[in-house]
């Protein structure tokens, strides 16, 4: 079966460094994306991996290790507004492609 | 806001009724995605098309069924819906139907609460 798991919850304080983890066990592995998604709102993109290693973007840094089915997602310089749920979401190739998510990791950042 | 649109944006309704779930994908994307969120759970996909055709299948009731139309546009029927159907339903759509970048892009949602 696909399985993805990231932590419940975690809280930090504003801004300190955050790193999100996120394990799968997938077949038909075809790229792994993070989401953040606000409380009743749509999730947004924030980062996609495909390839071993680490990719940063402004405040954002993803890593993914294929062979170990491990992601993290590094959130730096916390702000209030990164208080919200982080989707890990990893896209397969198995009878067409399908993006499964993880149940996602609510972050509360305090002051 | 992502240019992905989604109506209506609350739905009630009874059990054992039928609804139709409306989405405008971004101008140019081809494929367009349906996710269910319960209430604490994660997104579950539940289908995709590109360019009017059907693509690929998550965990969607036979009561369930899509279909994208010439204009792109998409409908999500929900029928015989039952107390567990209440969820939020979003509508996301990309350009490609799959591979490299191909990040979706998510309408704002339609909650559903069947009653």
């Known amino acids: 079966g696909q399985n993805i798991d990231q932590p419940t919850e975690m809280t930090a304080t504003e801004g300190a460094i955050v790193q999100i983890n996120c394990t799968y066990q997938?077949?038909?592995?075809?790229?792994l994306f993070w989401y953040q998604q606000h409380a009743g709102e749509a999730p947004t993109f924030l980062s996609y991996?495909?390839?071993?290693g680490l990719e940063e973007k402004g405040r954002f840094s993803s890593f993914l290790s294929r062979s170990k089915g491990y992601s993290y997602l590094l959130l730096k310089e916390l702000q209030m507004k990164d208080s919200a749920s982080y989707l890990c979401?990893?896209?397969?190739?198995?009878?067409?492609?399908?993006?499964?998510f993880g149940a996602g990791t609510r972050l509360f950042v305090k002051a | 806001d992502s240019g992905v649109t989604q109506t209506p944006k609350h739905l009630i309704t009874a059990t054992g009724q039928r609804v139709t779930l409306r989405c405008s994908p971004r101008s140019g994307d081809l494929s367009v995605y349906w996710y269910q969120q319960s209430l604490d759970q994660g997104l579950q996909f539940l289908i995709q098309y590109y360019n009017g055709e059907e693509r690929a299948k998550g965990n969607i009731l036979e009561r369930f069924s899509a279909q994208q139309f010439p204009d792109l546009h998409s409908e999500l029927n929900l029928s015989s819906l039952e107390l567990g159907d209440s969820a939020l339903y979003f509508c996301a759509s990309s350009q490609l139907l799959a591979g490299g970048y191909n990040e979706q892009f998510f309408g704002p949602g339609t909650r559903l609460t069947v009653l």
């Open positions: 997938t077949s038909g592995f075809n790229g």
């Open positions: 991996n495909v390839l071993d």
């Open positions: 979401a990893v896209r397969v190739h198995t009878g067409g492609f399908k993006t499964i």
